[in-house]
């Protein structure tokens, strides 16, 4: 789980629970603070109908833009160099359309490409995923519940995360994707 290439974000993963308390939920948020050490991850403590709910489940908002922004320009160019490269590959086949058509069938083959890859950035960075723990505990804290959300940086990190929120209360356990 460790950084990718393509997104800017520094947490990939979120995992939370609902608890019934605010002592407990206070006391599980300071457990995985003392579970990620230094490692760079942390933890967010969300009260009964927050009205920082939103900040506190997607903190990195400046990053998510960054990883818009890199996604998209990243697999838009990939997208317009396999283009050229179908194109090239086709013209050197002599495939009739192509080369009685070069400049247009260049145009049309490049742009759908490249309109491909700008596609596959838009799925790299809206992370559906996420609706696995942001819905559960938007849920939970309209119930006046206490939602704890770990957001580990690492694969170590996500794994503790994993073990102890289990521990704390199973049902109410959520995570996103690895």
């Given amino acids: 789980m460790e950084t990718s290439w393509l997104e800017a974000e520094q947490s990939h993963r979120k995992l939370m629970v609902a608890l019934s308390t605010r002592e407990h ?57 396999i283009g050229v ?5 086709a013209y050197w086949l002599s495939v009739a359309l192509i080369v009685s058509t070069p400049g247009m069938s260049f145009f049309a083959i490049v742009l759908i490409t490249t309109f491909l890859g700008l596609l596959a950035g838009g799925a790299i960075t809206f992370r559906p995923d996420h609706n696995t723990v942001i819905l559960p505990a938007k849920d939970a804290s309209a119930e006046g519940k206490w939602v704890v959300v770990a957001h580990p940086t690492n694969d170590t ?22």
Avoid: C
Wanted: no cysteine.
């Fill in 25 to 81: 939920a206070e006391h599980t948020k300071s457990q995985l603070t003392q579970l990620f050490g230094d490692g760079g991850g942390w933890v967010s403590l969300v009260a009964p109908d927050d009205p920082a709910i939103d900040r506190k489940l997607e903190p990195e908002v400046r990053r998510i833009a960054g990883t818009a922004i890199w996604s998209h320009g990243i697999a838009g160019l990939i997208g317009f160099a």
């Fill in 85 to 89: 490269l179908i194109w090239g590959v």
């Fill in 157 to 178: 990190e996500a794994q503790r995360a994993e073990d102890y929120l289990k521990r704390v209360d199973e049902e109410s356990f959520h995570q996103t994707l690895g």
